[in-house]
């Protein structure tokens, strides 16, 4: 079983719907990472997060330690959101990462 | 924040032959990582790279095959020697800084 499992491992929204994607780990952590990649390949650290809840525009991102889960949300979702989303969690110096979540948005 | 850059950014190579991807940091930090990422896979940890010292390899990769460079704290290089079409990846440099931050990544593909 890997480490860092992400689901749904595909998703396509309509413009302005709400998305939620998930990811559940079975390691101990001291922090958990959402990363975003385009087809480029370029990867954007989105959050780092350790408790409870962090928003930055319209990404949400949450953390249930004790349930080892996390969400990250997106509101009034937009075709440049499609991307794929990577969840990584450990510490600082050695992270396993997720396959990600391909999230599709059309116009 | 730390802002990496890389080059080159993609690159077709012919087999047998090595490429050298150079990861360059605007701010001074003490461990660089090198990923690879494997069509369709998650990201696997190829080695980090300490200024002044010999990288640390993980499981399954050898110096012989990625040798790196650490010359100073903003810099670090990357080969990957004698290719096959397996070695094709994105290759990607990343650091921690107040967080994690990763490059553009170097798309590499093996003929």
């Known amino acids: 079983k890997n480490e860092v499992e992400q689901s749904p491992q595909n998703l396509t929204a309509q413009e302005g719907e709400f998305i939620t994607i998930n990811c559940s780990y079975s390691v101990g952590i001291s922090a958990l990472h959402w990363l975003q990649q385009h087809p480029g390949g370029g990867i954007v650290s989105l959050f780092m997060l350790s408790s409870g809840k962090k928003k930055h525009g319209r990404l949400i991102a949450t953390i249930n330690i004790q349930e080892k889960h996390s969400s990250l949300h997106i509101t009034a979702s937009h075709p440049r959101d499609s991307a794929v989303y990577i969840c990584?969690?450990?510490?600082?110096?050695?992270?396993?990462f997720g396959k990600g979540n391909q999230v599709v948005v059309i116009p | 924040s730390a802002v990496i850059s890389q080059k080159p950014s993609r690159d077709i190579c012919q087999r047998g032959t090595s490429l050298t991807i150079q990861c360059q940091v605007d701010?001074?930090?003490?461990?660089m990582f090198w990923y690879r990422q494997q069509p369709g896979q998650s990201l696997t940890l190829i080695a980090t790279a300490n200024q002044g010292s010999e990288a640390t390899y993980e499981s399954g990769f050898v110096i012989d095959k990625f040798p790196i460079s650490r010359p100073n704290l903003t810099f670090s290089t990357l080969t990957v020697s004698n290719m096959s079409p397996e070695d094709s990846s994105i290759y990607l440099c990343s650091v921690v800084s107040f967080g994690q931050f990763f490059g553009p990544g170097t798309r590499l593909t093996v003929l």
């Open positions: 990584a969690v450990g510490g600082n110096n050695r992270l396993a």
């Open positions: 701010s001074q930090v003490t461990m």
